[in-house]
């Protein structure tokens, strides 16, 4: 049976840090801040024994910072252009080196690394990690990188805009001049001015933009309508194959591929075949939000995931918050044209608010009916972000983030619920409310089933919605429901997403049998998963299923076949 994939996503500068007094815009030596080590043994069982089968550990590459480690050979970064103390794991300052901030030694820090990878396979998961390869910190240098290897921009030709040859590009004979320093005492000089990272073309990018990155030139020149420049292949390629083949070396499992969209897919195209031939177990996921492109990235681009964001994510997000219909969850799979298993479905993550926030839906539990329906509906994989299982608010002011209900990504910080869970008594419960444990209780059951059952993991799909519009006991604008079918069994999901308990009845239709290639006579009884009960089956139940479902709340049936 092939095995259902679990990313558990972290951010090890927040997961490890214990300081439960934390001060806005505080310092690392304030605040504190987690380390490798905080995955030690003990964490990593844990996170095993919820069913996770990689970890996703966000910002590990050493990135641009207001903590000075000068005095240990890492050149200071301008605070001018860093977000927040901790700066943005985005803001790539050395490719090839990991966050000092990780290490307890921080002259050993790659051997921590080496080691944190290690001790993840010893406990029977996999380790992903962040590839950026559409921009760098504006002040990028690269102190660790090997011999012969030159820096990103050491022998471009600054006097040209767009050169197929350069690594960034430029604008030539103005300086930088951010619109929010303006005016302001900045000791931060950059001339030419690099193009920003969000394809900002402009000497004065806005405190909107992606200001404290670079954007790399992969080739295309923009400011003449795009003209692709791919022969000979651009050196910006070839520094990217290095990067890649370097940390693969290393161990590395997979590379979640950051706004992967914003670099040509001919680079994907080119550079990935020549990764998997050094390890074709390589997981490679993709952050894109364009549908229109996304058989490009998979097909073309090979991709082994993208995001399913602007689809499914969104969709859920609706429906949680009572926006739109369930029904539209069906539209989410027709949309995508046969793409559903090489999605990555969740419904957090360090981009996203929290779903306990008062953002989003203001209560974790309101969203379990979605999480049912991302678990199950497909043999994709499925993402947690840290806390998610324990009703994390993201309600914390912590300084560059600020009140958003969101994580930081920018700050030195600690995570309540996580710090809690990890105080509890070698991960016990001791330190987390019921609700917590309640909450986690159902993440771990529900990502066991998913992972245990046939028909989740390499079943069919269908459908029953369209079945059901007309069913006077069945709401389509709360309630979604579909069938997943393996060789000796099938399961029918429903997910309740209306604030209060309902009786309903599920329609199957004669089709969706033959589909499966199972006879509704052969079945010879029923047990739902989740509660992990028997299930009575009424009379005529494959015409219409009756059941009580509880307010946000999903079932998954079992049908045993003789």
């Known amino acids: 049976m092939k095995e259902k994939v679990f990313i558990y996503q972290v951010l090890p500068r927040l997961f490890g840090n214990n300081k439960a007094d934390n001060k806005e815009n505080g310092t690392l030596e304030e605040n504190g801040v987690g380390k490798f080590s905080s995955f030690d043994n003990k964490a990593l069982r844990e996170i095993k024994r919820m069913g996770f089968t990689h970890i996703w550990y966000t910002g590990v590459l050493e990135h641009a910072s207001k903590t000075d480690y000068s005095t240990l050979g890492i050149p200071c970064d ?15 300052r050395d490719y090839y080196d990991v966050s000092p901030d990780l290490a307890d030694i921080v002259e050993n820090r790659m051997d921590e690394f080496e080691a944190l990878l290690e001790r993840t396979h010893k406990n029977g998961m996999k380790a992903i990690i962040d590839f950026v390869p559409n921009h760098v ?11 012969k290897v030159k820096d990103f921009g050491q022998d471009d030709n600054m006097s040209a805009s767009f050169d197929p040859d350069n690594n960034f590009y430029y604008i030539p004979n103005q300086k930088l001049e951010p619109d929010f320093l303006c005016g302001q005492n900045s000791t931060y000089e950059e ?47 070839l520094k990217m194959r290095d990067i890649l083949l370097f940390w693969a070396a290393k161990g590395v499992d997979g590379f979640r591929c950051d706004m992967a969209e914003m670099v ?19 997981l490679f996921i993709a952050e894109v939000y364009n549908p229109a492109q996304y058989h490009d ?27 739109r219909p369930a029904s539209d969850i069906t539209f989410c799979w027709q949309r995508i044209d046969g793409l559903q298993t090489k999605m990555l479905n969740f419904l957090e993550n360090h981009d996203e608010q929290r779903i306990a926030s008062d953002f989003f839906a203001g209560d974790p539990f309101v969203a379990l009916p979605a999480m049912v329906v991302a678990a199950t509906m497909n043999t994709n994989p ?17 300084g560059f983030s600020g009140l958003d209900g969101r994580t930081t990504i920018f700050d030195y910080w600690s995570v309540d619920t996580i710090r809690n869970w990890r105080n509890g008594g070698a991960f016990g419960y001791s330190e987390l409310t019921a609700e917590q ?31 059901n519009y007309e069913n006077p006991e069945f709401d389509s604008t709360k309630q979604y429901a579909f069938l997943r079918s393996g060789k000796k069994e099938f399961v029918l999901v429903i997910s309740n997403f209306d604030t209060n308990d309902v009786n309903i009845s599920v329609q199957i239709p004669v089709e969706a049998f033959d589909y499966m290639g199972i006879s509704p006579k052969k079945i010879k009884g029923a047990k739902e998963l989740l509660s992990n009960r028997s299930f009575a089956l009424n009379s005529e139940w494959d015409k219409a299923l009756y059941m009580n479902i509880k307010a946000y709340s999903g079932k998954i049936i079992k049908f045993y076949i003789d």
């Open 78 to 92: 301008n605070p001018d252009v860093i977000k927040g103390n901790a700066g943005s794991p985005y803001a790539i």
């Open 137 to 147: 910190a504006r002040q990028y240098h690269s102190d660790a990188k090997p011999k």
């Open 191 to 237: 001339f030419p001015a690099k193009v920003t990272g969000n394809d900002c073309f402009s000497n004065r990018p806005g405190v909107n933009d992606w200001y404290e990155t670079v954007k790399l030139n992969y080739g295309v020149d923009y400011l003449n309508g795009g003209v692709n420049c791919f022969t000979p292949v651009p050196d910006t390629w």
């Open 264 to 282: 040509p897919v001919e680079f994907w195209n080119w550079v990935i075949p020549k990764i998997k031939a050094k390890n074709r177990n390589l």
């Open 297 to 323: 990235y998979v097909h073309w681009g090979l991709f082994d995931y993208l995001y399913d964001k602007v689809d499914l994510y969104d969709t859920l997000r609706d429906v949680i918050c009572g926006y």
């Open 382 to 398: 499925v993402m947690i972000y840290f806390g998610q299982e324990l009703g994390e608010r993201g309600m914390d002011k912590e």
């Open 437 to 467: 444990i309640k909450l986690r209780k159902f993440y771990t059951h529900l990502i066991k089933v998913a992972k245990e059952e046939e028909s989740i993991c390499s079943g069919k799909f269908f459908d029953l919605m369209y079945a």
